[in-house]
């Protein structure tokens, strides 16, 4: 694999995840800060890489970056039936990518039943705490439950970090408002119970990206604990799409979590 092959694999999911992240419009201040200086680096980083890097032959894909789901402000019941629409108007053969939004928050050992025999690529996951707008994480699965799991104890152990570093932060701060410092001892709280959650592979997954034949996506779509199926035919290369999923408490417009 050529370096610039191993850039794209790097970078480019990163900066989707980041967008995806940012892009529920985190409540909390220390995940919209971090997140935005995250988000800065990198979309400049890939602005740069993008102008300087040679083209590759063959390959209409580089540069296109797509967005599949829904964003601030949208109608669920309009995206709902858009993505019926769609579906029932796919043709059938070819095998597309699609995103898979569920009714509830699903543990992992619910997910074979749930997604049937189609091919999983990742899922999306969060803790859903009362009114807290905590982070939707992308975790590569293959295989359900064990990739699912795998990813799950990988994320406590990051949430414990994170919970360490605010307390730090809260006992070197003596100089700091009242306010700020419980800003930050709130989000270690928030890690340590994210952390818990995951360590026990919690009811938290609540949508997944899946390429099957049509025939089979509409199957699926029948299924009790999904949502809506939206089909993505255009989605070539997973490394140039963004992928946000409405989440289950969302029911008439997305909006962040608590407002």
Request: glycine fraction near 6%; charge should be neutral.
């Given at each position: 694999?050529?370096?610039?092959?191993?850039?794209?694999?790097?970078?480019?999911?990163?900066?989707?995840?980041?967008?995806?992240?940012?892009?529920?419009?985190?409540?909390?201040?220390?995940?919209f800060?971090v997140?935005?200086?995250?988000?800065?680096?990198?979309?400049?980083?890939?602005?740069?890489?993008?102008?300087t890097?040679?083209?590759?032959?063959?390959?209409?894909?580089?540069?296109?970056?797509?967005?599949?789901?829904?964003?601030?402000?949208?109608?669920i019941?309009?995206?709902?039936?858009?993505?019926?629409?769609?579906?029932?108007?796919?043709?059938?053969?070819?095998?597309?990518?699609?995103?898979?939004?569920?009714?509830?928050?699903?543990?992992?050992?619910?997910?074979?039943?749930a997604?049937?025999?189609?091919?999983?690529?990742?899922v999306?996951?969060?803790?859903?705490?009362?009114?807290?707008?905590?982070?939707?994480?992308?975790?590569?699965?293959?295989?359900?439950?064990?990739?699912?799991?795998?990813?799950?104890?990988?994320?406590?152990?990051?949430?414990?970090?994170?919970?360490?570093?605010?307390?730090?932060?809260?006992?070197?701060?003596?100089?700091?408002?009242?306010?700020?410092?419980?800003v930050?001892?709130?989000?270690?709280?928030?890690?340590?119970?994210?952390?818990?959650?995951?360590?026990?592979?919690?009811?938290?997954v609540?949508?997944?990206?899946?390429?099957?034949?049509?025939?089979?996506?509409?199957?699926?779509?029948?299924?009790?604990?999904?949502?809506?199926?939206?089909?993505?035919?255009?989605?070539?290369?997973?490394?140039?799409?963004?992928?946000?999923?409405?989440?289950?408490?969302?029911a008439?417009?997305?909006?962040?979590?608590?407002?």
């Amino acid at each position: 694999m050529s370096l610039l092959s191993r850039l794209d694999d790097a970078v480019l999911p990163a900066l989707g995840n980041a967008m995806a992240r940012l892009g529920r419009g985190a409540r909390r201040m220390r995940m919209f800060t971090v997140g935005a200086g995250v988000l800065a680096a990198l979309v400049t980083f890939v602005a740069v890489y993008a102008a300087t890097r040679a083209p590759v032959a063959g390959d209409p894909t580089i540069g296109d970056v797509l967005r599949v789901g829904v964003s601030d402000g949208d109608s669920i019941p309009a995206y709902v039936a858009s993505t019926k629409q769609r579906l029932a108007a796919l043709p059938d053969g070819t095998e597309v990518y699609a995103l898979v939004s569920f009714t509830a928050y699903l543990a992992p050992d619910r997910l074979p039943a749930a997604l049937g025999s189609v091919s999983l690529s990742s899922v999306f996951a969060r803790v859903p705490l009362p009114g807290v707008q905590t982070e939707l994480i992308r975790l590569g699965a293959y295989n359900v439950p064990d990739d699912v799991i795998a990813g799950m104890d990988a994320t406590a152990a990051r949430k414990d970090d994170e919970a360490a570093d605010y307390r730090k932060t809260v006992q070197k701060a003596t100089d700091v408002p009242a306010d700020i410092r419980q800003v930050y001892a709130s989000d270690a709280d928030v890690s340590t119970a994210e952390a818990t959650a995951y360590r026990q592979h919690c009811s938290c997954v609540c949508a997944a990206v899946v390429h099957a034949a049509p025939a089979a996506l509409r199957a699926l779509a029948q299924r009790p604990e999904v949502r809506a199926v939206d089909p993505a035919s255009e989605v070539k290369r997973l490394d140039r799409t963004v992928f946000l999923p409405p989440l289950p408490e969302q029911a008439d417009r997305v909006r962040p979590v608590g407002n």
